[in-house]
Structures are given as C-alpha cells and as structure tokens.
C-alpha cells in the first residue's frame, strides 16, 4: 500500500507518522496524483498543532500541499485530457486531502500543468509561494508601479516570492530581517533596501529611505509588536496585509493607534490566499509569464528524502544561514 504522512496527535512534529493506507479512488471533480516531490511550509507546522486558518479534519489525518507528480486516475467529471499530465497543486482548504505522500487526491480546479522548464523539485517549489504573494500585494494590496512596499521577514520564501512580484510590478521594496548576514541575500533577490530590524529604529530608516512619503504597503507575516515598528511610516491610504502570526502577542489597537490608521486612512487587512484559489486565470498568466522571463524563479534550498520529514522539518525551524524552499523528494 502507499505511504503518506499522517498527523496522529496535535502537537506539532512529534505527530507525525508514516502510513501505509489503501490507495483511494478519486471523488467525482478530483484527480489522483502519483506524488514525486512536495514542499514544506510553516503553515502545515501550526496546521499539525490545529492552530491554522483551517481546522484539523478527523485524527489521523493527512496535510500538506504544493506537490508535483503525473496524475494517473481521475473521477468521473473530470476531463479525461488530465491524464497522464504531470501536474502541480496550488493552495486551497483541502480537509481530508491533504497531499503529502506517494498520492494525493486534488480537486480539479486546484491543479495546474506543471512548468516544463522546472524538474519536479523546482517545480513543487513555486506555485505556494507565487500564488501567496500574487494574490495578497496585487489583489488584495492593489501594489502598482513606484509604490514603496515594506516586506518583513523577507528571508522566508513568501518574503522572497513577494520581491520579486513586486519587481514585476516595478514596486520599491523595503525588507526586514533580523541577521545582518542576511543583507547580501536579499539584495541578490533583488530588494531594493534591506534593514536589519530593530526596536524603535524602524520607522526612522523607513522615513529616510522614502524621503518621508512612507510606505503604500505592507506585507507581514509577524504581527504582534512589530506591528508598532511601522505604524508611523504608514502613508496615506496605507494597506496593511497581515497573513501570519509569528509574534503570537496581540496588535496593539489602542486608541493612539486607531487614530494613527484614522489620519493615514489606512486599512488593516487579514490575507489567506486559500480564499482567492478559486479564480485563478489572471495569477497564473502573470506567474507563468514569469517563469518564462526568469523573473520568477524556483528558488530551493535543500531537499530531503520523505522518509526523513523529521530531519527536514527541524531544518526548516533551525537558524538559517541560507534560504529558499525545503522540498521531500519522493522515490
């Protein structure tokens, strides 16, 4: 029988197993998916602790997304074209179906081709990302050209993804990171200045780097304190797109600070890209686009075997000195 990951308790990465479970056929609008490669994610991290945007379905239960592989079955309103195509899974609440193992059953509106210029590891690295930060800075932000944008935790592969769609745009891109040796790196991704963050100078450097037009947007995975080290540097109709918790502390919403928002106009917004999926013609033509340029690259840092999830997890969650997308590679 097939292996797949299962999370058997909430409690993070000590939940996890591998099992061999029958082979399933596909529901009527899915495809089966023979996996070769798949990403890991933070988000499958608090999904494993049932602290994400989307509940835990029944224990034991299989997560995971972004995986690449040849669908060989199909359910009965699918075209039949899909088969044998190698194909690649773009976010969306996938309940039960989760994807990380050697099958995985995908609704049919959540599967696109797969890039034929990418392997299987590039390409179980792009869509996550690309599609995060497609949908969160040019739908939900509306970034447009000349815009100063500030991207915190920029390191991460959201932080990367959203340099560069934010190069496409033709945005100004202020990064955040917490290691002065991160600096080079972000460069060569292509930020066009890079801060090392720090309590009560943040806002400073931001107002100098904009000559005090503050920024149009920001991207923030952090949240919590860090919210305050940029609330000034807002500028007028400033949107804020906050899509994760990394400072599990609240954001400070006290009467100073809503009558900061007040004055800029500014909004705050709360972004999981599962809930833009569904429409995905114009996002896939722009990131497909970019794949072509070479302005949207897979960018991997290591690979792991699936049998080592555990090592690879833990890599992930270490203090890193060099960044991309960590991918299980599956025999």
């Known amino acids: 029988m097939p292996k797949v990951l299962r999370i058997h308790q909430p409690v993070g990465i000590d939940g996890l197993r591998i099992d061999e479970i029958p082979l399933a056929t596909p529901p009527e609008n899915y495809v089966r998916i023979k996996v070769s ?111 100063n944008i500030l991207i915190s935790a920029a390191t991460s592969t959201a932080g990367i993804a959203a340099i560069k769609v934010a190069n496409m745009i033709g945005a100004k891109t202020i990064c955040t990171t917490r290691s002065e040796k991160s600096r080079d790196f972000l460069y060569e991704m292509g930020a066009t200045s890079v801060l090392v963050s720090k309590d009560n100078e943040l806002c400073e450097e931001i107002k100098s780097i904009t000559k005090n037009e503050g920024i149009s947007l920001v991207y923030d995975p952090i949240g919590g304190k860090f919210f305050d080290q940029y609330l000034y540097a807002l500028a007028q109709d400033a949107i804020i797109i906050l899509y994760g918790g990394i400072d599990d502390s609240p954001i400070n919403l006290d009467l100073e600070t809503q009558l900061e928002l007040t004055k800029r106009n500014a909004a705050l917004r709360f972004f999981s890209v599962q809930n833009y999926t569904h429409d995905m013609i114009e996002a896939r033509k722009f990131i497909e686009n970019g794949f072509k340029s070479g302005k949207l690259p897979a960018i991997v840092d290591r690979t792991y075997s699936f049998q080592d999830y555990k090592q690879a997890y833990a890599y992930m969650g270490a203090k890193r000195e060099s960044h991309g997308k960590i991918i299980l590679t599956i025999d």
């Open 37 to 147: 490669a798949c990403g890991l994610n933070w988000g499958d991290v608090d999904y494993m602790r049932d602290n994400y945007t989307e509940s835990l379905a029944k224990l034991p239960a299989r997560f995971g997304g972004d995986t690449v592989g040849i669908i060989d079955a199909i359910g009965t309103a699918v075209d039949s074209s899909w088969l044998e195509q190698r194909v690649c899974s773009i976010p969306y609440f996938y309940g039960p179906n989760g994807e990380h193992g050697e099958f995985a059953l995908i609704d049919q509106n959540y599967i696109v081709p797969a890039y034929e210029g990418f392997t299987d590891i590039q390409a179980a690295s792009v869509w996550g990302q690309y599609t995060t930060a497609y949908f969160g800075l040019i739908k939900q932000g509306k970034l447009e050209t000349g815009q």
